[in-house]
């Protein structure tokens, strides 16, 4: 079955500081990655996405390059920002024939202070 | 636009109560779908609707019922729920391609507190 390993937290990181957290997956066939950002007391919201290999996905300084050969979306950013604080989730979906199913990471909790 | 609205924000709920959550999506989408979040978890699958037919039940109670009215509107129709159910309900929707990998659009969620 289909599986996402995320590093878990709580990462915390001083404003300005280079981030980031690292995604494997384990999947059939040629998934899309995505990575949803959870501000506190909020719903999912998509940071980006990726659906094929080497493609980049970028947002909001937010970048991840998804590699077919070491099964990773690692998630990067150059200089975090105290408003970044927020529950990261990666994600995969392999879109099997009549399957809409997101698998998640566990979640990676990132605190930035100033 | 890729905005879902779900209503309402927050819920509190006796045992006993029947409460229903709203969710509306005006992107065209075919596919959407209910999750449960607990706190410091990732969101797990309830509920895909497919072109306003059930298509994946995960194994939910009976409690929770799930209903289409259109393909723009999703409810969640709970009755005698137990403490345990309170968690944040989030709707998700997405184009609803079957074979072709989706994106999924979430809502901001409902926060139910069951007493």
């Known amino acids: 079955g289909n599986s996402v390993t995320q590093m878990e937290g709580p990462v915390t990181l001083s404003e300005e500081a280079f981030l980031t957290i690292n995604c494997t997956y384990t999947?059939?066939?040629?998934?899309?990655l995505f990575w949803y950002v959870q501000y506190p007391g909020e719903g999912l919201q998509l940071l980006l996405k990726?659906?094929?290999?080497?493609d980049k996905g970028s947002n909001k300084g937010f970048e991840a390059t998804y590699r077919k050969e070491t099964t990773s979306f690692h998630l990067e950013k150059g200089s975090v920002q105290v408003s970044d604080s927020a529950v990261y989730f990666c994600?995969?979906?392999?879109?099997?024939?009549?399957?809409?199913?997101?698998?998640f990471g566990k979640g990676t909790k990132l605190s930035v202070i100033p | 636009d890729t905005e879902v609205t779900q209503t309402p924000k927050h819920l509190v709920m006796g045992m006993t109560n029947k409460k229903s959550l709203k969710c509306e999506q005006h992107?065209?989408?075919?596919?959407m779908y209910w999750y449960k979040q607990k706190a410091k978890k990732p969101p797990e699958l309830m509920f895909v609707?497919?072109?306003?037919?059930?298509?994946i039940n995960e194994s939910v109670p009976s409690r929770f019922s799930p209903e289409c009215p259109n393909s723009s509107l999703l409810n969640l129709h709970l009755h005698a729920l137990q403490p345990e159910d309170s968690a944040l309900y989030l709707c998700?929707?997405?184009?609803?391609?079957?074979?072709?990998?989706?994106?999924?659009?979430f809502g901001p969620g409902t926060r139910l507190l069951v007493l």
């Open positions: 998700a929707s997405s184009q609803g391609h079957s074979g072709t990998q989706e994106t999924q659009y």
């Open positions: 999947a059939t066939g040629y998934p899309s």
């Open positions: 990726a659906t094929k290999a080497d």
């Open positions: 994600a995969l979906s392999d879109g099997g024939a009549g399957s809409y199913q997101l698998t």
């Open positions: 992107m065209g989408h075919r596919a």
């Open positions: 609707y497919s072109y306003e037919k059930l298509s």
